[in-house]
């Protein structure tokens, strides 16, 4: 199994104890005795923005927290690296929107890091699974 990298979603729902698939769960836990997990410097940034939003209902639960600080925290919590954001991965995240069909910056970004990195990509999104049923040998997900 190679090593993980957590999309921000679940990153959020495992620090508010809220469910992911018992798949995901296991890998995530493998991942995490192996010192396999990753999170993107660009999670941090999503989380930031999220926290902003007016709706109180869409802002991310982070537990009364500043967005760095949980960030901080909860890396620390997940045993969880930060993956690197170099020169490659910035190129690699320009080219995805041809292939993947959306130029989010954040989606982007995951997805070239775990392309870079060879890691599986533990995300919630359907648009980002379907991507990857369609180009395996560029990304592999776990879907949570």
Not at 36 to 56: C, D, Q, R, Y
Not at 109 to 126: F, K, M
Not at 130 to 140: E, G, R, T, V
Request: aromatic share 6%; net charge positive.
């Amino acid at each position: 199994m190679r090593g993980l990298l957590l999309d921000t979603h679940p990153l959020v729902w495992i620090a508010a104890n809220l469910a992911i698939s018992r798949s995901a769960e296991l890998a995530i836990g493998k991942a995490q005795s192996r010192r396999e997990l990753f999170v993107s410097p660009i999670t941090a940034w999503e989380v930031g923005v999220s926290s902003m939003k007016k709706s109180a209902a869409r802002r991310p639960p982070l537990n009364d927290l500043p967005p760095d600080l949980w960030f901080r925290t909860n890396l620390r919590k997940f045993r969880a690296q930060l993956a690197p954001f170099n020169a490659e991965i910035a190129s690699e995240s320009a080219r995805v929107p041809a292939l993947y069909g959306s130029g989010d910056p954040g989606d982007c970004i995951l997805i070239a890091t775990a392309h870079v990195l060879n890691l599986s990509l533990v995300t919630r999104d359907r648009r980002i699974i379907n991507f990857a049923k369609k180009q395996p040998d560029y990304l592999s997900v776990i879907a949570c």
